[in-house]
């Protein structure tokens, strides 16, 4: 077999499988009022405990990465459907996102739970974290936020930073934050979960994982292919995270977004969004997730799988067909396979994430902006021949084929 279908084999057996932990319906247990028609037009059905903040917070809530000015009307409409927990940060449109934030939620505060982030460094002071907080609030127009978060923490010496700690013990005594959190989706997330909680560090995680990251996808196949391996173990840290009621929130959910691509296969208002959301609110360890909402048929359709338990039968046909079709380049960011074998250290995994920004987000102003932070680009991959890492990705995407393109598509 091909490269790419073998991998898709594997990945079509295990969704086939099904997960011995989850909850699996029968496709005709499908009620009519379960549909996404339906279910949108009661929004949110389900609030959640959000570990030991004791917030209940909408199931599905709302994650604003693209956000632009004149967006204030989409959260407004996210609002009036029950969406009570609104996810920013600093980096979002370099602070445009929590300045639309801040202007829809005026005169709202109190109905809502309000988080922001900043990637604070190993090297970064305590004197630097409080001055961004600061900003965050000012352009928030907010005395506090209720989760403030270290984003996209992927090396464990930022948290092992003591002015972080410094810094945290001030903003909550000052009230600027209520609780803190951590997210991540780099190679070295497992390190990081493990270490945070060990340490108990923060009251939140935010946390890559989708149904392709379940390592209960691949368990029919650990004896031939070491594929549970290469899904990093995420859920054992999760679980001494869930022993220390810290509350965990999911992201990257829907794996590449291509949501497009799979309307030929959605029937009766069933989409692949909701089925991808079921799968990932019937982990034990997720409390609810967060989702980037674009525009009010985003609202709508996501909203359709709150509240709606088991994943069925139909679900998993659409989850097969979404991995048919897109496992061959979708990169899950955590594994590290690839690490070391680019002589230029070039970040193969940011490489490929900014790519999913610009071309399956369809957002490439933000995958610009986001691929210019970066100390080292893809430029080294343009003289490349492709060789020293042809052959570095387990789950056998082609990487040499893609690092060199998206250098020039957001350079």
């Given at each position: 077999m091909k490269k790419v279908d073998r991998r898709s084999f594997l990945l079509l057996g295990a969704v086939t499988g099904l997960a011995s932990g989850l909850s699996v319906g029968n496709s005709s247990a499908i009620a009519p009022e379960t549909g996404a028609e339906k279910a949108s037009s009661q929004g949110v059905r389900k609030y959640v405990r959000l570990g030991r903040t004791g917030m209940r917070v909408s199931d599905i809530s709302f994650g604003s990465f693209p956000l632009r000015h004149g967006d204030e009307g989409l959260v407004h409409y996210a609002l009036d459907r029950g969406i009570n927990y609104f996810d920013t940060a600093e980096s979002y449109g370099d602070g445009v996102s929590e300045t639309v934030m801040g202007n829809a939620l005026k005169g709202r505060r109190d109905d809502v739970y309000v988080a922001t982030k900043i990637a604070a460094g190993a090297r970064d002071s305590a004197e630097s974290m409080m001055r961004r907080l600061d900003e965050s609030l000012a352009r928030l127009q907010m005395d506090y936020v209720d989760v403030f978060f270290n984003h996209a923490v992927n090396d464990v010496d930022r948290l092992k930073n003591p002015e972080w700690h410094e810094f945290a013990e001030k903003a909550r005594a000052q009230g600027k934050v209520r609780y803190l959190g951590m997210s991540g989706h780099g190679g070295y997330l497992v390190d990081c979960v493990d270490y945070a909680v060990e340490q108990d560090m923060f009251d939140v995680l935010l946390l890559a994982t989708n149904f392709g990251e379940d390592p209960a996808f691949y368990e029919r196949f650990t004896r031939s292919f070491d594929f549970v391996a290469n899904q990093q173990g995420l859920q054992g840290p999760m679980k001494k995270a869930k022993e220390k009621d810290i509350g965990i929130i999911a992201m990257k959910v829907l794996r590449g977004a291509k949501l497009n691509d799979m309307r030929p296969y959605e029937k009766q208002g069933y989409t692949y969004s909701q089925a991808?959301?079921?799968?990932?609110?019937?982990?034990?360890?997720?409390?609810?997730?967060?989702?980037?909402?674009?525009?009010?048929?985003?609202?709508?359709?996501?909203?359709?799988?709150?509240?709606?338990?088991?994943?069925?039968?139909?679900d998993m046909e659409l989850l097969q067909q979404y991995a048919k079709m897109n496992e061959a380049t979708y990169c899950s960011n955590t594994c590290n396979d690839c690490e070391g074998s680019c002589p230029y250290n070039v970040p193969i995994p940011d490489l490929l994430r900014m790519r999913m920004y610009a071309l399956d987000y369809g957002d490439v102003s933000i995958a610009r902006q986001e691929y210019a932070r970066l100390e080292v680009n893809g430029a080294a991959c343009l003289s490349c021949d492709g060789s020293p890492c042809r052959d570095a990705c387990t789950h056998e995407i082609p990487l040499a084929d893609l690092c060199g393109p998206t250098h020039q598509m957001l350079s």
């Amino acid at each position: 077999m091909k490269k790419v279908d073998r991998r898709s084999f594997l990945l079509l057996g295990a969704v086939t499988g099904l997960a011995s932990g989850l909850s699996v319906g029968n496709s005709s247990a499908i009620a009519p009022e379960t549909g996404a028609e339906k279910a949108s037009s009661q929004g949110v059905r389900k609030y959640v405990r959000l570990g030991r903040t004791g917030m209940r917070v909408s199931d599905i809530s709302f994650g604003s990465f693209p956000l632009r000015h004149g967006d204030e009307g989409l959260v407004h409409y996210a609002l009036d459907r029950g969406i009570n927990y609104f996810d920013t940060a600093e980096s979002y449109g370099d602070g445009v996102s929590e300045t639309v934030m801040g202007n829809a939620l005026k005169g709202r505060r109190d109905d809502v739970y309000v988080a922001t982030k900043i990637a604070a460094g190993a090297r970064d002071s305590a004197e630097s974290m409080m001055r961004r907080l600061d900003e965050s609030l000012a352009r928030l127009q907010m005395d506090y936020v209720d989760v403030f978060f270290n984003h996209a923490v992927n090396d464990v010496d930022r948290l092992k930073n003591p002015e972080w700690h410094e810094f945290a013990e001030k903003a909550r005594a000052q009230g600027k934050v209520r609780y803190l959190g951590m997210s991540g989706h780099g190679g070295y997330l497992v390190d990081c979960v493990d270490y945070a909680v060990e340490q108990d560090m923060f009251d939140v995680l935010l946390l890559a994982t989708n149904f392709g990251e379940d390592p209960a996808f691949y368990e029919r196949f650990t004896r031939s292919f070491d594929f549970v391996a290469n899904q990093q173990g995420l859920q054992g840290p999760m679980k001494k995270a869930k022993e220390k009621d810290i509350g965990i929130i999911a992201m990257k959910v829907l794996r590449g977004a291509k949501l497009n691509d799979m309307r030929p296969y959605e029937k009766q208002g069933y989409t692949y969004s909701q089925a991808a959301f079921r799968w990932v609110l019937n982990m034990p360890e997720v409390d609810n997730l967060i989702i980037t909402m674009r525009n009010r048929d985003n609202v709508d359709e996501f909203l359709g799988a709150s509240g709606t338990g088991a994943v069925t039968a139909y679900d998993m046909e659409l989850l097969q067909q979404y991995a048919k079709m897109n496992e061959a380049t979708y990169c899950s960011n955590t594994c590290n396979d690839c690490e070391g074998s680019c002589p230029y250290n070039v970040p193969i995994p940011d490489l490929l994430r900014m790519r999913m920004y610009a071309l399956d987000y369809g957002d490439v102003s933000i995958a610009r902006q986001e691929y210019a932070r970066l100390e080292v680009n893809g430029a080294a991959c343009l003289s490349c021949d492709g060789s020293p890492c042809r052959d570095a990705c387990t789950h056998e995407i082609p990487l040499a084929d893609l690092c060199g393109p998206t250098h020039q598509m957001l350079s």
